[in-house]
């Protein structure tokens, strides 16, 4: 039986204190299922707390992404509303372990969807925006199997989000340039999400039912990387354009956690002074005007 309780308290306090943990022993009966009911007590930790629930997201939908992180399954998490990063912002990235960034395209949804038949149904996707992910691994050298990603909440760690425009599902096969100081360091197309992006809504109705979760008119869902994360380092300007969408930045200012030191994972016994995750982004308001998205967090709750 997996102690779900514990799985997620050690985790929430790797997230909390930017310190890795080993990846746990595999056992009987620690499957994807137990993974999500591990997933499920962090949001709770992190709740009891007064974060918020901004949304939803999948992770590993195009293929780069899982010959990246070698795990073959689409994902489902939770994004909560502190772990913002405003538009053109400076973000303090001090409270992370050794932090990624990736280009996502962000939907709002625009109405409940319980089912994968209302995902289908005109006006689900009410908005759609350039995102940028910033991802976040609890274990040692960014390493897991899918139920390891699946309870750490698929390494979720922080968002950007671009300017909202009305959702168009003609356009869903779309150029992505992802820059790093200005120089692409990534290029591919939104069409390697799924194999078409518009997928993602369904997917995520399809996993949100297995979980056990309701899709809400307001949140965003973040539909999976269309290519391989990069290593975010303290001082980059990171930006994502989106054909037709337009883009997002926010440049990390910050010491950075265990990247540097991770070469054979040495040296985590001198972190025990750092400062934890307390005021990391000064969050911000998620959404553009007028488009309803759950927003105007203050600071982290974390
Ligand atoms: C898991 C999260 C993957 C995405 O967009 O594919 C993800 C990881 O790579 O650590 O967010
Ligand atoms: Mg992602």
């Given at each position: 039986?997996t102690?779900?309780?514990?799985l997620?308290?050690?985790?929430?306090e790797a997230?909390r204190?930017?310190?890795?943990?080993p990846q746990?022993?595999?056992?009987?009966g620690y499957?994807?299922?137990?993974?999500?009911?591990?997933q499920?007590?962090?949001?709770?930790l992190?709740?009891?707390?007064?974060d918020?629930l901004?949304?939803v997201?999948?992770?590993?939908?195009?293929?780069?992404?899982?010959?990246?992180m070698g795990?073959?399954?689409?994902?489902f998490?939770?994004?909560?509303?502190s772990?913002a990063?405003?538009?053109?912002?400076?973000?303090d990235?001090s409270g992370?372990i050794h932090?990624?960034v990736?280009p996502e395209?962000?939907y709002?949804?625009g109405?409940?969807?319980?089912?994968?038949?209302?995902?289908?149904?005109?006006?689900?996707?009410a908005?759609?925006?350039p995102?940028i992910?910033?991802i976040?691994s609890?274990?040692r050298d960014?390493?897991?199997?899918?139920p390891?990603v699946?309870?750490?909440n698929?390494?979720?760690?922080g968002?950007a989000?671009?300017?909202?425009?009305?959702?168009?599902s003609?356009r869903?096969?779309?150029?992505v340039?992802?820059e790093?100081d200005g120089r692409p360091?990534q290029?591919?197309s939104?069409a390697?999400?799924?194999g078409?992006?518009?997928r993602?809504?369904v997917e995520?109705?399809?996993?949100a039912?297995?979980v056990?979760?309701?899709?809400?008119?307001?949140?965003i869902?973040?539909?999976?990387?269309a290519?391989?994360?990069?290593?975010?380092s303290p001082?980059a300007?990171?930006r994502?354009?989106?054909?037709h969408l337009?883009?997002?930045s926010?440049t990390?200012k910050?010491?950075?956690?265990d990247t540097?030191?991770e070469?054979g994972?040495?040296?985590?016994?001198?972190k025990?002074?750092?400062?934890g995750?307390?005021?990391?982004t000064?969050?911000?308001?998620?959404?553009?005007?007028?488009?309803?998205?759950?927003?105007?967090t203050s600071g982290?709750t974390?």
């Open positions: 039986m102690d779900v309780r514990r997620a308290a050690v985790l929430d997230a204190t930017a310190r890795a943990v746990p022993q595999p056992e009987p499957d994807v299922a137990a993974a999500y009911r591990v499920d007590e962090l949001l709770r992190r709740l009891d707390r007064g918020r901004a949304g997201k999948l992770g590993l939908t195009s293929e780069g992404k899982r010959r990246q795990v073959h399954d689409v994902i998490g939770r994004v909560p509303e772990s990063v405003l538009d053109g912002s400076h973000a990235v992370y932090p990624r990736e395209v962000v709002l949804i109405r409940r969807v319980e089912s994968v038949a209302d995902a289908l149904a005109p006006g689900a996707v908005a759609v925006a995102g992910e910033i976040d609890r274990y960014f390493r897991f199997s899918l390891d699946i309870a750490d698929t390494s979720a760690a968002y989000i671009g300017p909202w425009r009305s959702y168009d003609a869903w096969n779309l150029g340039v992802f790093i360091v290029v591919g939104t390697a999400i799924l078409d992006p518009r993602a809504v995520a109705a399809r996993l039912v297995q056990g979760v309701v899709l809400e008119p307001g949140w869902l973040l539909a999976g990387a290519t391989p994360a990069e290593p975010l001082g300007h990171v994502v354009e989106i054909q337009g883009s997002v926010f990390a910050g010491v950075g956690g540097a030191a070469a994972d040495a040296g985590k016994a001198g025990a002074g750092k400062a995750k307390a005021g990391k000064g969050a911000g308001t998620t959404g553009g005007a007028g488009t309803g998205v759950a927003a105007g982290r974390s």
